[in-house]
């Protein structure tokens, strides 16, 4: 069944409910989730409930309005990756984790998050849903592949019903590890509809960029019983250029001294942004406003040293197809690329974007504590 159908089936399901539960509707519905055909941005007002801004249709909405259909449909992609145990019995049970904007940084380093904030850009809300066109095909439990090499499609609907190629361990030692190429990219403080562009959306507080989001990994993956070593090293400032390089000299002594390690995530966030507009794009997952996700999976063209690549695609469509099983609708397309991003380290590498800078600090907390259970389920159902 598509995700379409799904979705229609899910939709009715909801109509019927509120038939019969006139007493819920009563009481208002939260996270409600913007979809740009409607031809609305959301906001948030004085009592901090989403509020609908409706857009004047001029020429020049109605512009954007294309624009946004486009992205929505598929024909047009605005980036491409260019950047406490749990005390319940019920697995489907999430680590509380403190509010990111109540954390406080023991150092804040020399790039603080900022304080006070100017509001000249525009955010557009949106949700990714399933895509069309000659690069993408869908997997078979949920979630889709963005092909952008020469493989044919054929060859990778193939590949992507292998399981991953390495086996876990029933262990106490380290089966993950969790590091940050661009160590400081950071998100929006709070839901809002103008963003501030004197901000280049980068910190070294570790509470307001992507280490935020690996400790929320981190936390759901442990309460699960999976060994993780997140390595917080900043690769990234001062200087932006050699961030690979340097994270690679970070992550290659814990790989050697840790033979356990299985699975090895790059966790970034990712910057879809275009004339003056920086796009936020989210899903309701159980009430709540979750950045959606974007796995990259490179390939080699045979000149970047990873004979093994498609081995970390299998991981890569097992992984994706979980997260929509449990999430419908928290993943954008799998990116299946040339690049290298250290993926020859080993057969489970891979870089996840979680949300983009127009998106929240909560919203992307939340991605990775959704992101870190279904993770876990997964390498707990592989142990042997």
């Known amino acids: 069944m598509t995700r379409h159908k799904r979705r229609k089936i899910k939709g009715l399901a909801k109509c019927i409910t509120a038939v019969m539960l006139p007493a819920a509707i009563a009481s208002g519905v939260s996270g409600v989730r913007a979809a740009l055909s409607d031809t609305r941005a959301y906001t948030l007002d004085t009592t901090g409930n ?51 904007l109540d954390m406080k940084a023991e150092s804040a380093g020399e790039k603080p998050y900022p304080k006070e904030w100017h509001t000249d850009g525009e955010i557009v809300r949106l949700s990714y849903d399933s895509y069309s066109g000659n690069s993408f095909f869908d997997l078979e439990k949920g979630g889709q592949v963005n092909n952008k090499t020469d493989i044919p499609n054929e060859v990778l609907m193939k590949e992507s019903s292998y399981l991953p190629n390495f086996t876990v361990s029933d262990t106490d030692e380290p089966l993950v590890l969790i590091y940050h190429t661009h160590t400081t990219e950071s998100f929006e403080p709070y839901v809002r509809e103008r963003y501030d562009s004197s901000f280049n959306y980068r910190t070294t507080d570790n509470t307001k960029n992507v280490v935020m989001v690996g400790d929320a990994i981190q936390a759901e993956l442990e309460a699960q019983g999976i060994g993780v070593i997140h390595a917080t090293t900043v690769h990234d400032y001062p200087s932006y250029n050699g961030s690979y390089g340097r994270s690679r000299e970070t992550i290659l002594p ?7 390690i299985k699975v090895v995530l790059d966790i970034h966030r990712d910057a879809i942004s275009a004339d003056g507009v920086a796009y936020q794009p989210f899903v309701d997952i159980n009430g709540r406003e979750a950045s959606q996700i974007m796995i990259i999976s490179g390939c080699d063209d045979g000149t970047l040293g990873m004979p093994n690549y498609m081995e970390n695609f299998h991981f890569a469509c097992t ?3 979980k997260l929509e099983s449990d999430y419908n609708g928290l993943t954008r397309p799998i990116l299946f690329d040339y690049r290298h991003y250290n993926q020859d380290l080993t057969n489970g590498s891979l870089l996840i974007e979680v949300g983009s800078h127009g998106n929240t600090l909560q919203q992307s907390q939340y991605a990775g504590q959704l992101f870190g259970h279904s993770l876990g389920q997964l390498l707990n159902s592989m142990k042997r």
Do not use: C, F, W
């Open 254 to 260: 814990i790989l050697e001294k840790y033979p356990s």
């Open 319 to 321: 992984l994706q197809q």
């Open 50 to 100: 989403a509020a609908a801004k409706h857009i004047e249709l001029t020429s020049e909405s109605i512009s954007k309005i294309k624009k946004q259909d486009e992205l929505l449909s598929g024909s047009m992609i605005l980036s491409e990756g260019y950047g406490i145990d749990d005390e319940s019995e019920n697995d489907t049970e999430l680590v509380r984790l403190p509010d990111p």
